[in-house]
């Protein structure tokens, strides 16, 4: 009756990180760029009470075991990168990638991150920067009498100016790509930076090096379904529900040996 107890408690605990999980992906619908989460579970150990194959006292091999299980836990909550839906906005420094790869983005501390947010801005002195006022690399400085902006599919930047209406290259938008982007580790906003787990940066031009493509005036949408979430959390709260009521059975069934009377 006790294992009972704990093999539900660890039931209800894994709930909860799968509510919490479910809850952060909602909360980040409309977010650009954002990538859902999905918990992974395992069970836990096993208590072998009998073993397939063991002889009874007749002789007879036994065809199977007998065998209990303590519960599930949370191994991961794995980052599902996904295509999200694209939209236009007409503004010419938004971008959205096209299939694989990430925007280099330059902290303060002079390390890169990566994101998949495209919703850029220009800085005072003609930089392209992201909403927070982050550089992106290869960093690009636009002349002040800018008129109009160009950025192929290649990511080649191209201005015209008040003094010169010929479309005038200006510098060339870099992507990187990793072996295994689940394994980026989030640090909000819309950033993400590589572990051990990731592998190091692939960096090359966009349509290349299996690298997705820019689309200008576009940025890229959440990959929530708001429908399957739904439809998660449902199921997390009735699992949950259910554990506790597991624990209610056991808990009644210790009274019930409690209160024997010889």
């Known amino acids: 009756m006790i294992r009972a107890l704990r093999t539900a408690a660890s039931g209800m ?71 999200g839906d ?28 990566y994101t998949r947010d495209g919703s850029f801005k220009v800085s005072a002195d003609g930089r392209i920067v992201t909403s927070e ?3 992106l690399q290869p960093d690009l400085a636009l002349p002040t009498d800018t008129t109009e902006i160009s950025i192929s599919r290649e990511g080649v930047v191209t201005v015209k100016t008040a003094d010169n209406p010929e479309p005038q290259e200006i510098g060339q938008i ?20 590589p572990t051990a787990a990731s592998g190091e940066p692939i960096v090359g031009t966009p349509g290349s090096e299996s690298m997705g493509t820019l689309l200008q005036g576009h940025l890229e949408l959440s990959n929530v379904e708001v429908v399957k979430e739904m439809i998660d959390l449902i199921v997390a709260q009735r699992a949950y529900e259910i554990n ?3 624990i209610r059975s056991a808990d009644d069934m210790l009274g019930i040996v409690n209160s024997l009377r010889r």
């Open 244 to 246: 506790s009521k597991t």
């Open 13 to 83: 605990y894994a709930q909860e990180l799968h509510v919490d999980t479910i809850a952060n992906n909602l909360a980040n619908v409309n977010t650009t760029g954002f990538k859902r989460s999905e918990v992974e579970f395992q069970d836990l150990l096993y208590q072998t009470i009998q073993m397939a194959g063991q002889m009874n006292q007749e002789g007879v091999n036994v065809p199977v075991q007998i065998q209990v299980g303590h519960g599930t836990r949370p191994v991961a909550t794995e980052k599902i990168f996904s295509q």
């Open 86 to 113: 694209t939209v236009a906005t007409n503004n010419p420094l938004d971008l959205a990638i096209n299939g694989d790869g990430f925007f280099q983005i330059l902290m303060p501390d002079g390390s890169l991150a």
């Open 133 to 135: 006022g982050y550089l």
């Open 174 to 193: 870099e992507l990187a790509r990793f072996v295994n982007p689940a394994g980026l580790n989030s640090i909000g906003g819309n950033l993400y930076v």
